[in-house]
């Protein structure tokens, strides 16, 4: 793919704000109906919002993985918790050559240190939400009575502020948050008190369903444990015996000298995980205005691309579920957000679908810099202009492989379109097909429907299209990747 000429004649800065587990449907400009995002809202204003960003593989390494080097998990070697080879070609690495700065701050999670960055200070694995530790190449800091949303904005605007005016920089501003265990800033508080709308299928009884949706460990009702619900121990309990009461999943709570079980446990334990989950949420939110009041009293708006998006989406409830790995819309849909002044038209959106390994060829792309054949995604570019090229693709593939990982979560391989989607867990042979058009709500499994054979067969042929232009050989066999059996893949520093 040919190089495009920065449309300002010089190379833009890059600010590119990438959080964890925040879901779509809890920002304003995506129409949420449990939270306000202000901040975010005013970067949709000013820019673009992407209504099909899909997750390739919803789980947090594997789509960073991604998301660095423009290739699927099954090309580069990081399809589950497993250590990321940073030996390999990643945007950082090009932009650099290309003369950008490149910085790396706060969430990474790969498992090796960051490479193609000339300065990074990273969270150790999943890091903590107070009195963060961060890490550099030469040495740590615990940032004492500081809270990590707060931290990871505040270096990330001291990087953009040392790097020399005459030259460009990318910076990497990863966020911890809204990721578990959910422990907002007690400055939002209100949370507490607030009651949050429940999802039409907080109740969903997977009728019609494969065996996967009622075998997984990510419900509310089930699996949230203690420890997620911030229920405090019993003082006579220590050390060992403290923890499991933490970790095991409560079927009765006294709340206010009131025992709740059954539908009113279901109740209360949602609101608990939303109102910690929401509140983690504002702390991005208040990140994003920060940064982009920087860049506007800096001067360096217009000629800042600015990224907002997330690892992957996330559960709030919908089929009764937290959490993501699922090709559910909740799960695969991603966040995008982009402002490009004098670029990209304020408050439009774009259909065309994008996946996670288009980020590092529009990384490349508006940096000028040559993509990469070895990149199997597409520059986002042409559609940050408000067009779709007429070769763009009309349909994305999807695997998840980590099972039965933390949450027994079955692997799988899907497809979806802009109006259907097509999901094979491949372990059992079962398979869902769902009309997104006429249902949403992923509700009903069409695919034993005798009117839905041929979109059902017309999506195989798909799938296995798909497999096979994107090298899917099953590098990792049928069999699982080496180690996601007993859900203890080589421990990611820190955790
Ligand atoms: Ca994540």
Known sequence: ??????????????????????AAQAIGAY????????????????????????????????????????????????????????????????LQKGGYRTGMIGKWHLGSDPTGFDYWEILPGQGDYFNPVLYTASGQKKYESQYVSDVITDLTINFMKSVPKDQPFFAF??????????????????????????????????????DALRENEQTIVRDLTRRDLKLTPPA???????????????????????????????????????????????????????LLDYLEQSGLKENTVVIYSSDQGFFLGEHGLYDKRFMYEPSLRMPFLVRWPGVIKPGSTQT??????????????????????EMQGRSLVPLFRGEVP?????????????????????????????????????KKDQWELYDLVKDPEEMKNLYSDPAAAAVREELKVELQRLKKELRDEDQFAREDPPGTVDGSVERLRGN
Not at 180 to 206: I, N
Not at 244 to 269: F, H, I, M
Not at 354 to 362: E, K, L, V
Not at 398 to 417: L, M, S
Request: proline share 8%; aromatic share 10%; with cysteine.
């Open 1 to 22: 793919m040919a190089a495009v000429l920065p449309v300002h004649g010089k190379q833009p800065n890059i600010l590119f704000i990438f959080s964890d587990d925040h």
């Open 31 to 94: 129409g949420s109906k449990v939270n306000e995002t202000p901040h975010l809202d005013r970067l949709a204003k000013e820019g673009m919002r992407f209504e099909n960003c899909f997750a390739t593989n919803s789980i947090c390494t594997p789509s960073r993985a991604t998301v660095l080097t423009g290739k699927y998990s099954h090309l580069n070697g990081t399809p589950v918790f497993n250590r990321f080879n940073g030996g390999q070609l990643t945007g950082p690495k090009l």
């Open 173 to 210: 501003c990863g966020h911890k948050a809204p990721h578990r265990p959910w422990e907002p800033h007690p400055r939002y508080a209100s949370w507490k008190t607030r009651k949050v709308p429940e999802p039409a299928s907080l109740r969903d009884d997977y009728a019609g369903r494969t």
């Open 236 to 290: 006579e309990l220590k050390g060992a015996a403290r923890n499991q009461w933490l970790n095991e999943s409560p079927e009765e709570v006294t709340v206010d000298g009131r025992s709740l079980t059954g539908d009113e446990l279901l109740k209360w334990k949602y609101q608990r995980y939303l109102q910690d989950y929401l509140a983690c949420v504002q702390s991005v939110d208040d990140s994003v205005g920060h």
């Open 352 to 373: 065309g679908i994008a996946i996670n390994p288009d980020f590092a060829p529009t990384f490349c792309e508006l940096a000028g810099v040559p993509v990469p054949e």
């Open 390 to 426: 007429g070769d763009w693709r009309k349909s994305m593939y999807y695997r998840y492989y980590h099972d039965p990982g933390h949450h027994n979560t079955r692997a799988q391989i899907g497809v979806r379109t802009l109006t259907h989607k097509l999901i094979w867990y491949w």
